[in-house]
């Protein structure tokens, strides 16, 4: 039977439309699957390189990023944040880009130049990451150009939906990705960073840690970090689990009560071995006087 709008009935109301920008535009998560590591790239210096060549199978996880460097907003400040939030969470953990992990960036812009990329990589170095990097720990740092056959074949074996519009400028996502280092998706990260943020410094270094599988880990503390948090995908950010904490808690318990448990019967020990080593007194000189009868 029809209703009539006049009695408080509300139709539902006509989907929205997606703009021409947005439309097709978005991640499908691919987390646990291969990279395209045959992938042919070429770096800032020119040279051909295969994806392969920054997954050696020495535990290094790899932090990357699809972007395309004359974007006139989007992308240079996500590149800056990101980088900004990668010296962060290097000063917390003592870790150095380009040492203890990578960070691999790839145009999707098949026009682009060697030279825009090389000059784009001494500009985010020099002016977002803000920590001084060692000898030889900027060869882990490399920025790319690509053909757009190996620009989409990448794009789709993470998941990341681009597309090019009429005045020459791409609509895209904003996220990084952290792979594992043999070659595996591992983690998404949206949005732009923030490095004055905890939790988002916090949840990049969980990321580059749990793609490490442990390996970077340096201190116990960053150990029970691991342990305690963990990545929770309907919300989008490391999450601390109240059980892991019990767990913790209640080892840390029984060590202490073992610890002055044991340090009671030590210390009862101790005393019967002084008393049982201490010579006996010795016996009663006291002297019984005999009374001798009449």
Not at 70 to 84: A, G, H, I, M
Not at 180 to 200: C, H
Not at 240 to 245: C, G, P, S
């Amino acid at each position: 039977m029809a209703q009539s709008l006049d009695k408080g009935y509300t139709p539902n109301p006509a989907p929205a439309k997606v703009p021409f920008e947005e439309r097709g535009i978005g991640v499908e998560e691919r987390v646990g699957l291969s990279l395209p590591l045959d992938l042919e790239l070429t770096n800032q210096d020119g040279k051909k390189v295969q994806l392969s060549k920054y997954f050696p199978g020495d535990g290094k996880p790899v932090m990357l990023m699809l972007v395309y460097y004359r974007c006139p907003v989007v992308c240079d400040v996500f590149r800056e944040k990101t980088f900004q939030t990668l010296s962060e969470v290097d000063a917390k953990g003592d870790y150095q880009m380009g040492k203890d992990y990578r960070v691999v960036v790839v145009s999707f812009d098949p026009t682009e130049t060697v030279e825009t990329a090389q000059g784009v990589r001494e500009a985010d170095l020099r002016d977002a990451y803000v920590r001084e990097m060692p000898a030889g720990a900027i060869d882990g740092v490399a920025f790319h150009v690509a053909t757009d056959n190996a620009a989409k074949m990448l794009a789709d074996g993470v998941g990341f939906q681009y597309k090019r519009l009429e005045n020459g400028e791409y609509s895209h996502p904003v996220v990084a990705f952290v792979a594992t280092p043999d070659g595996k998706v591992s983690r998404y990260l949206y949005g732009y960073p923030s490095a004055r943020d905890n939790d988002t410094v916090r949840n990049y270094r969980l990321a580059l840690l749990e793609a490490s599988e442990g390996k970077m880990v340096k201190t116990v503390g960053e150990r029970i970090l691991m342990f305690c948090y963990m990545f929770d995908p309907t919300r989008g950010t490391y999450t601390i689990q109240a059980f892991r904490v019990m767990q913790i808690g209640g080892g840390i318990t029984i060590v202490l009560l073992g610890g002055l448990i044991g340090g009671l019967l030590l210390t009862e020990r101790i005393r019967k071995r002084r008393r049982a080593s201490q010579p006996a007194p010795p016996p009663s000189t006291e002297s019984v006087s005999v009374q001798a009868s009449g």
